[in-house]
C-alpha cells in the first residue's frame, strides 16, 4: 500500500478493497501509554471514528463510505474519494472569486447539517474537505463529538475561519461570508446568527487572555 499520510495517532494509506481504491485507517500504538490502556483508547476511537462517519453519512454530508471495521486492529477501510483538498485549490493563483464563493457556499452548507444533526466535525480545516467538480466532501472524522451547544458549534466554525486567515489569507474573507451564506440556508438565519455571535465572543476571550 501506498502511504498517504503519518500522523501522530494514525498512519493513512491507499490500497484496494474487493477491486476498490479504498484508504486504510491505521491507529498506531503508542509507546507512552500502557500497552493495555493504549490497545482500549486505540480500539474505542476506531469504533467512535466509524459511528461519526456514519451519522455524518445519515445526516447527508458526502463523506467515505466505510467498508471495513476491525476495532482490534485499530483499523478502518473506506473508499476512496478522487478530487484536490480544498486548501490546494484555494491556493491556485488563478481562482476566481465565483469558484471562492460556490465552494464557501458548499462547505457552509456541509457543516450545517452536521450541526443540525448535533455532530462537531473537531477539524475542520481545508486539509479535510475534498472536491470533485461540483462537489464537496468531508473527511476524518477522528475528532468529532455529539454536541447541541451552541458553543460547541461556534468552536468548530473558529477553526476553520483560523484556517483561512492564517492559510488563504487572499480568499479567506470572500470564502468566509459565502460560508456563513450556505450555513444560514440550511440552518436559517436565527441560528446562523447565534453561531457567529458566540464565535465573536470566543474570538474577544481569546484577544482578552492574550493580553492578560
Request: hydrophobic share 40%; net charge positive.
Amino acid at each position: 500500500m501506498k502511504l498517504l499520510y503519518r500522523g501522530a495517532e494514525a498512519d493513512v494509506f491507499l490500497g484496494d478493497w474487493c477491486g476498490q481504491p479504498a484508504v486504510y485507517k491505521m491507529r498506531k500504538p503508542l509507546a507512552y501509554r500502557l500497552p493495555e490502556l493504549d490497545k482500549l483508547i486505540r480500539n474505542q476511537r476506531t469504533v467512535h471514528e466509524a459511528q461519526m462517519l456514519h451519522l455524518s453519512k445519515l445526516a447527508g454530508v458526502s463523506a467515505p463510505s466505510l467498508y471495513y471495521l476491525s476495532p482490534q486492529e485499530a483499523l478502518l477501510v473506506m473508499g476512496f474519494l478522487e478530487g484536490k483538498r480544498l486548501r490546494v485549490l484555494l491556493l491556485e493563483p488563478g481562482i476566481t472569486k465565483e469558484r471562492v464563493e460556490t465552494l464557501g457556499e458548499e462547505f457552509g452548507s456541509s457543516i450545517a447539517k452536521l450541526h443540525a444533526a448535533g455532530i462537531m466535525h473537531g477539524d475542520l480545516t481545508t486539509s479535510n474537505v475534498i472536491v470533485n467538480g461540483g462537489s464537496i466532501s468531508l473527511v476524518d472524522f477522528g475528532l468529532a463529538v455529539h454536541s447541541g451547544r451552541l458553543e460547541d458549534q461556534a468552536v468548530d466554525l473558529r477553526l476553520i475561519k483560523e484556517t483561512l486567515t492564517g492559510a488563504h489569507n487572499r480568499v479567506s474573507k470572500r470564502f468566509m461570508q459565502s460560508l456563513v451564506s450556505g450555513y444560514s440556508s440550511v440552518l436559517g438565519r436565527k441560528r446562523a446568527e447565534a453561531a457567529m455571535k458566540k464565535l465573536a465572543e470566543i474570538e474577544r476571550r481569546g484577544r482578552y487572555a492574550r493580553v492578560e
